[in-house]
């Protein structure tokens, strides 16, 4: 079983960027493919983006599509996100997620889960 633990949220203003990271433990990293939800308040969690299990290939939703970047080092156990042009509609928590064989966009099918951190962008 493999233990996530999100780091790297906070408080910024529309047009800047953050870095997320997710640092992975317990498991067998590069057999998961690793992604990122987010969860705003009154909605439900909604995919951000994937990366599958060597990086070869990456996946987003068209909102962050052009200002997201996500990426994993496997010899650190790590999966980050670089958000760039932040808008107010990218506030949310924001959730790491991994499972070995999941429908990257659907987050019923990812077993484990980091326990969120907190992105807030002020217009």
């Known amino acids: 079983q493999v233990q996530l633990v999100e780091t790297g949220g906070g408080l910024v203003q529309a047009g800047d960027s953050l870095r997320l990271s997710c640092a992975a433990s317990g498991g067998t990293f590069y057999s998961y493919v690793m992604a990122w939800f987010r969860q705003a308040p009154g909605k439900e969690r909604e995919f951000v983006a994937a990366?599958?299990?060597?990086?070869?290939?990456?996946y987003y939703a068209d909102s962050v599509k052009g200002r997201f970047a996500i990426s994993r080092d496997n010899a650190k156990s790590m999966v980050s996100l670089e958000m760039n042009s932040l808008k107010p509609e990218d506030t949310a928590v924001y959730y790491c997620?991994?499972?070995?064989?999941?429908?990257?966009?659907?987050?019923?099918?990812?077993?484990?889960w980091g326990q969120g951190t907190q992105v807030t962008v002020s217009s």
């Open positions: 990366v599958t299990w060597s990086g070869g290939s990456t």
């Open positions: 997620a991994a499972d070995e064989t999941p429908r990257y966009r659907d987050a019923t099918d990812y077993r484990y």
